[in-house]
C-alpha cells in the first residue's frame, strides 16, 4: 500500500511541472518576443515591456480588455512589419482615438475579457468590417475619415434616396429627387415613357431605379404625368432664335462639360446631357438656364451671368447637337398609342401612388410621402428570424441578405409575399460598402461624455451680399468652406491666408485654368466687377487661418533667391512643376499661369514647403523635411516668379 | 493504518499543484461559458465579404496589398503608371524634359533583381539614396511605416516571377 502511494505521489512529481509547461500562456511569449525584436533593431523609441498580464480598463464605458497582452505592439512605433500579434496598429486610428479608456472591443468586437485565443477572437470585426463600430459613438450623419467605405456607402444611400422609403434613426433627409411640378411642360411623353421603363439605358450617370415597369404601364404613368402642366413656362413667349455655333463656343468657355456628362465623358455632379433634344424642349431649356431654381427649389446649378441672347445660342446648341436620332426613329416607329382617355390618366396614377414616387419627387397632386420599406434604425443586430429568405439558397446572414436583396431587390418574393424594391444600377463593390453601411446600423450605441459633441459644420451658412452670391452661384456645389460643401474643388476656409487680393480679383474675372491636368475646372460665371470684389473682400477677411500670420516681414536677398534656385533644381520640384521648357505636368507650372509670386502669400509658401499635408490632407506633394534655412531660401526664390519680372 | 508525515506532506504538495491547475486553466474555462450564447451567426457574418465578390477579390490581391494599392494609386501612379510599367502621363514630360524614365517594375530583366530593401531605401530617401536622379522624391516624411510596408507589398505584385 505504501509503495503504491510513494509511487503515486512520485508520478504526481514529475507530470505536474510537466503540465505547469504546458499551461504557461501564450502572451508570455509573445512579451518576450517583443522585447527581443526591440534589442535586435535597436528601436530606441520603444521600451521593452515588462512580463504579466496587460489589461485596458476604463470603468465608466465597462471596458476590461485583456487584447494588449498578446498584442504588446499595437501601440508601438517602427513595429509595422513585426508578425501577428506583436504588429503594430496599421493607420492613424490610435492617434485619434484614446485607446487607453476606449479600448479594443468597442471598434472590434470579440471578448476582451479573456486570454484565450480562440475565445477572445470569436465574433471579432476585422480589417473594414470595423467600420460596422464606428456608429456606436459617432452621429450617423457624419462623413467619418479614415472610414472610406462607410462614407461611400453612405454617400450612396444620400445619393440614391434609400431614406425616401425607409427609415433610419439620425439619418432624416431631405427628398433630392427633381420636382415633378409642371414636368408636362417640360419633358416629351415618349422620352418619360423609355426612361421610366429603364432609366439607366436613357441616361448613362441616372440615379433613378428601375421599377420593373411594362409598357403599357410605364406608357400609361407617363400619360398621368404629362397631365402637369406648368401654366407659368406655357405662357412664357417662345424664346428668340440663337446661333448654335455661337452656342457651342459658350457652352465650351463657360465649362458646363465640369458638371455635366456628355454621352458619359465630364463631370459627375448633373445629369447627362447627350441626348438633351430629344428629352425637352427650348422653352423649357432657355427658362432652366436663365434660372435654375424656377423649378427646382434645391438644384445645385449655378445661374450664369448670360444674356438672353447667349441663353438663346447654348439652347439652340444643346438641342441641334445633343439629339440621338437612331432615339428619334424608335420613337416614331413606336407604335403604342398615346392613350390620352382618362382610363389610362387614373390607371397611371394609380401605378405612380402604388410606386411611391412621391418619396423622392415633390408634385403637388396629393398623395403624401409615406415609408412603406422596412425601418433600417436597427438592421445590424435585427434578428435573423425576422428576416425573409424566401426560396433563396444563400448563407444564412444578415451581410449576404442585405447583398443579395441589394443586388437583385425581388430575389426573396415569394407567391404570398411580392416584394417591391426597385433594381438599382450598382458595381458589386458600391453594394458591398451599401452593405457595409446598413450592417452599421444597430442599436450597440455608446454614450459617454467622453466623446466630444462635434458641432454641425453642414449647417455652415455666410450671410449678407457674399452669402446671396454663394447661393446664386452654388459654391457649395464644387467648394468646401467651413466644413460644409462638397470637395470636389480647392477648400476655401483658409483661402485668405494663401492667396494674394489682386490675384483672387484677376482670376475671378478671368478664371483661366490653373493646372494642365485638372478635369474639373471652375465654370466662368462672367462675375461682374461688384461681384468679384465682394468675394474677394469677404475671402480675404474672413476665410484665414490663425497659424499663417498675415504679411510676415519677408525674408529676402539675393544669395538666399540664388541659393533657392538651386535647391529647386537638386530637390526634383522638376519632375512635378514646369520651370522653362522642362519639367513634369503632375503641379501648377512656374513659368506659365498662375506664378507664386503672383497668387501666393509668402508666409503660405513656407509653411506648405515645411508640411504640405498638414494644409491639404493626402496632397500628392511629398514632405522633403526641409530645414528652415532651405524653406525660406525656396520660398523667397518662389516669390520672384511673377508675370512682371518674365515679361 | 499508520499515516506518515511524508505522504501527509505529498498529499498536501499534490493537492496544492491540482489546485494551481486549476487555476491556470480557469481562464478559458471562464471565458468558454460567457461567450456559449453568443452565436456562431455572428462568426460567419464577419466573413460574409469572402463568399461574396469583394474590393479585394475583384483585383486579387490580399487586404495588405489592396491598401498598398490605394496608396500606389495616388500618389506614384502619375509618374510609374497604373500598372508599375513606368507608363505614367508624367513619365513622357520627364523622357522629353530630362532623358529619364520612371522605374519600370514589370521588366522581367531588371525588376527581379531588385532587392526589397532597395524599395524600401528609394522610397524613404528618394532617387538620391539608391543613386539615381533626384526626380524621384523622398516620401519618408509623408508616407507612414506601415503605409511603406503596404506599398513595398503591392509593389511586388508589379514584379515578373522569375
Known amino acids: 500500500m505504501r509503495t503504491y502511494r510513494n509511487c503515486f505521489n512520485s508520478l504526481l512529481l514529475i507530470v505536474i511541472p510537466i503540465l505547469f509547461v504546458g499551461c504557461s500562456q501564450d502572451w508570455q511569449?509573445?512579451?518576450?518576443?517583443?522585447?527581443?525584436?526591440?534589442?535586435?533593431?535597436?528601436?530606441?523609441?520603444?521600451?521593452?515591456?515588462?512580463?504579466?498580464?496587460?489589461?485596458?480598463?476604463?470603468?465608466?464605458?465597462?471596458?476590461?480588455?485583456?487584447?494588449i497582452s498578446c498584442h504588446v505592439g499595437v501601440t508601438a512605433i517602427k513595429m509595422a512589419d513585426a508578425p501577428q500579434p506583436i504588429q503594430s496598429h496599421p493607420g492613424e486610428f490610435l492617434i485619434k482615438h484614446d485607446w487607453q479608456k476606449i479600448g479594443c472591443?468597442?471598434?472590434?468586437?470579440?471578448?476582451?475579457?479573456?486570454?484565450?485565443?480562440?475565445?477572445?477572437?470569436e465574433g471579432m470585426l476585422k480589417a473594414e468590417m470595423v467600420q460596422t463600430s464606428c456608429y456606436r459613438c459617432h452621429p450617423r450623419s457624419r462623413q467619418l475619415p479614415g472610414a472610406r467605405q462607410l462614407n461611400h456607402g453612405q454617400k450612396l444611400?444620400?445619393?440614391?434616396?434609400?431614406?425616401?422609403?425607409?427609415?433610419?434613426?439620425?439619418?432624416?433627409?431631405?427628398?433630392l429627387g427633381p420636382s415633378l411640378n409642371g414636368i408636362g411642360s417640360r419633358i416629351e411623353r415618349k422620352w418619360l415613357r423609355y426612361w421610366l421603363k429603364n432609366p439607366s439605358e436613357m441616361m448613362p450617370n441616372a440615379k433613378m431605379p428601375d421599377f420593373y415597369l411594362n409598357d403599357d404601364n410605364a406608357g400609361a404613368v407617363a400619360a398621368y404625368?404629362?397631365?402637369?402642366?406648368?401654366?407659368?413656362l406655357e405662357g412664357d413667349p417662345e424664346p428668340r432664335k440663337g446661333d448654335p455655333a455661337e452656342g457651342g463656343n459658350i457652352l465650351r468657355r463657360a465649362r458646363c462639360i465640369s458638371c455635366h456628362p456628355f454621352n458619359g465623358r465630364g463631370g459627375f455632379l448633373g445629369p447627362d446631357l447627350g441626348r438633351l433634344g430629344n428629352k425637352t424642349n427650348r422653352k423649357f431649356l432657355f427658362a432652366k438656364i436663365k434660372d435654375p431654381r424656377r423649378f427646382e427649389p434645391n438644384s445645385t446649378m449655378p445661374q450664369f451671368n448670360f444674356s438672353d441672347q447667349q441663353i438663346a445660342d447654348v439652347a439652340d446648341y444643346l438641342i441641334d447637337e445633343y439629339t440621338d436620332y437612331d432615339l428619334v426613329d424608335i420613337f416614331n416607329e413606336d407604335s403604342l398609342k398615346a392613350g390620352n382617355d382618362s382610363t389610362t390618366i387614373e390607371k397611371g396614377r394609380k401605378i405612380y401612388k402604388e410606386l411611391r414616387c412621391v418619396n423622392c419627387h415633390i408634385l403637388d397632386n396629393g398623395i403624401e410621402w409615406m415609408r412603406i420599406g422596412p425601418k433600417l434604425s436597427d438592421i445590424g443586430d435585427k434578428p435573423l428570424s425576422e428576416f425573409d429568405f424566401g426560396h433563396s439558397q444563400i448563407p444564412g446572414t444578415r451581410g449576404a441578405y442585405i447583398f443579395e436583396k441589394i443586388k437583385n431587390p425581388r430575389a426573396f418574393a415569394t407567391a404570398d409575399h411580392p416584394q417591391k424594391m426597385p433594381l438599382f444600377k450598382l458595381t458589386n463593390s458600391d453594394i458591398y460598402d451599401l452593405t457595409l453601411l446598413l450592417l452599421s446600423f444597430n442599436q450597440k450605441k455608446i454614450s459617454s461624455p467622453l466623446f466630444m459633441a462635434f458641432p454641425d459644420t453642414s449647417l455652415y451658412r455666410p450671410q449678407g451680399e457674399f452669402g446671396r452670391l454663394v447661393e446664386k452661384f452654388q459654391c457649395f456645389s464644387c467648394h468646401r468652406i467651413n466644413g460644409r460643401g462638397f470637395n470636389l474643388a480647392y477648400d476655401l476656409s483658409i483661402e485668405g491666408s494663401r492667396v494674394s487680393r489682386q490675384w483672387l480679383y484677376d482670376y475671378l474675372m478671368v478664371s483661366y485654368s490653373l493646372r494642365p491636368i485638372l478635369v474639373e475646372r471652375m465654370p466662368i460665371f462672367n462675375f461682374t466687377p461688384q461681384e468679384a470684389k465682394t468675394i474677394t473682400d469677404h475671402i480675404m477677411a474672413n476665410y484665414t487661418s490663425g497659424w499663417?500670420?498675415?504679411?510676415?516681414?519677408?525674408?529676402?536677398?539675393?544669395?538666399?533667391?540664388?541659393?533657392?534656385?538651386?535647391?529647386?533644381?537638386?530637390?526634383?520640384?522638376l519632375a512635378c512643376h514646369i520651370l522653362g521648357d522642362k519639367g513634369g505636368y503632375v503641379a501648377p507650372s512656374f513659368t506659365t499661369g498662375a506664378l507664386a509670386g503672383d497668387k501666393l502669400q509668402a508666409e503660405w509658401i513656407y509653411r506648405w514647403l515645411k508640411d504640405p499635408q498638414k494644409i491639404v490632407h493626402g496632397v500628392l506633394e511629398p514632405n522633403y523635411g526641409l530645414s528652415d534655412r532651405e524653406a525660406l531660401a525656396i520660398t523667397a526664390y518662389l516669390m520672384t516668379l511673377n508675370h512682371k519680372d518674365w515679361r | 493504518m499508520r499515516i506518515s508525515s511524508k505522504s501527509i506532506l505529498d498529499s498536501i504538495l499534490a493537492f496544492g499543484l491540482a489546485f494551481i491547475i486549476l487555476q491556470c486553466g480557469g481562464n478559458s474555462v471562464s471565458g468558454k461559458k460567457e461567450i456559449a450564447g453568443s452565436s456562431a451567426v455572428q462568426t460567419k457574418e464577419v466573413f460574409f465579404a469572402d463568399m461574396y465578390n469583394n474590393p479585394y477579390r475583384e483585383a486579387h490581391l490580399s487586404r495588405h496589398q489592396y491598401r498598398g494599392k490605394l496608396i500606389y494609386d495616388h500618389y506614384c501612379a502619375v509618374c510609374h503608371g497604373e500598372n508599375g510599367d513606368g507608363n505614367g502621363f508624367n513619365s513622357f514630360n520627364l523622357q522629353d524634359s530630362f532623358g529619364i524614365r520612371p522605374f519600370n517594375f514589370a521588366d522581367s530583366t531588371a525588376a527581379p533583381l531588385l532587392k526589397l530593401a532597395e524599395i524600401k531605401r528609394a522610397i524613404e530617401g528618394g532617387g538620391r539614396a539608391v543613386g539615381k536622379s533626384q526626380y524621384m522624391p523622398p516620401w519618408g516624411k509623408t508616407l507612414r511605416d506601415d503605409e511603406i510596408i503596404v506599398l513595398i507589398d503591392y509593389i511586388r505584385t508589379f514584379i515578373p516571377m522569375l
Open chain 1, 157 to 175: 444611400f444620400t445619393d440614391l434616396q434609400c431614406s425616401g422609403c425607409h427609415f433610419v434613426e439620425g439619418l432624416v433627409l431631405p427628398r
Open chain 1, 225 to 232: 404625368l404629362k397631365t402637369f402642366k406648368d401654366q407659368q
Open chain 1, 29 to 67: 511569449g509573445y512579451q518576450n518576443e517583443y522585447n527581443q525584436i526591440i534589442e535586435e533593431k535597436a528601436l530606441d523609441e520603444n521600451q521593452p515591456v515588462k512580463i504579466g498580464k496587460k489589461v485596458i480598463s476604463y470603468e465608466k464605458l465597462q471596458v476590461a480588455d485583456y487584447c
Open chain 1, 105 to 121: 472591443t468597442i471598434c472590434h468586437g470579440g471578448n476582451g475579457g479573456t486570454l484565450s485565443k480562440e475565445d477572445a477572437h
Open chain 1, 548 to 573: 499663417i500670420p498675415r504679411h510676415p516681414g519677408e525674408e529676402s536677398s539675393p544669395q538666399l533667391i540664388v541659393q533657392g534656385k538651386q535647391l529647386v533644381k537638386e530637390k526634383g520640384c
